[in-house]
């Protein structure tokens, strides 16, 4: 990254041009969004930012399934619920939409004249359609992530981190070129949010963890 005046909005990022060597799903989806708008080897920090929400949107989530999939494979999450209660939850839905299936059918064979099995048959589908749509995609979604035994080990290493960064009294006004002094720190310091004032410069970015006890 080079700052050229005293704005770091006018800072800009110049990608090497050589082999990233080994890296991570997310590290490359990264170095590749930033080596696609690359113009002759360089691109203004400003153009990093997406312009259309859906498509920002659509890329933190891909981003985040990769960041949480390392994380399983290191052992340091996992999935808040376990495969039974996930299966105990589609289970239940399943049941909970037969039943609403067969009170709707049972209406309209006693409480109609004449009997209609054929509406019963469709307005009871329809009616179980409507209870199953959300809670098919409550248990089958993502319900978030809860810590292991080895992650909260990690994590408190990194709190450790975050502490040590908040307090060098400059840290959070450093600006992105101070990644040639800071390295990987700086980066730390925006995943952490110790670096808050430098991360809108990179786009509508938000701190990457916080520790349980924190406040959303």
Do not use: I
Not at 98 to 116: D, E, G
């Amino acid at each position: 990254m080079r700052q050229p005046g005293n704005d770091p909005r006018q800072t800009t990022v110049h990608p090497l041009d050589r082999p990233a060597g080994a890296l991570l799903p997310f590290e490359r989806r990264v170095l590749d969004r930033v080596r696609t708008l690359a113009r002759h080897g360089v691109v203004p920090v400003s153009a990093l930012t997406f312009r259309d929400a859906g498509e920002a949107a659509r890329w933190n989530d891909r981003l985040h399934a990769e960041v949480v999939a390392e994380a399983r494979r290191l052992g340091l999450s996992r999935a808040r619920f376990s495969r039974a209660a996930v299966t105990g939850l589609s289970a239940g839905a399943l049941g909970v939409g037969a039943a609403v299936f067969w009170a709707v059918l049972r209406f309209c064979l006693t409480h109609t004249q004449p009997p209609s099995l054929v509406a019963g048959l469709v307005l009871g589908g329809l009616a179980a359609l409507l209870v199953l749509g959300p809670l098919g995609r409550l248990s089958a979604g993502d319900l978030g992530e809860r810590d292991t035994d080895a992650g909260r080990e990690v994590a408190a290493r990194w709190l450790g981190v975050r502490r040590w960064l908040r307090a060098h009294e400059t840290f959070s006004g450093l600006p992105p070129a101070a990644v040639a002094v800071w390295d990987r720190y700086l980066a730390y310091g925006a995943a952490l949010g110790a670096a808050r004032l430098r991360v809108p410069r990179l786009g509508h970015c938000r701190p990457v963890w916080r520790a349980r006890s924190e406040k959303p």
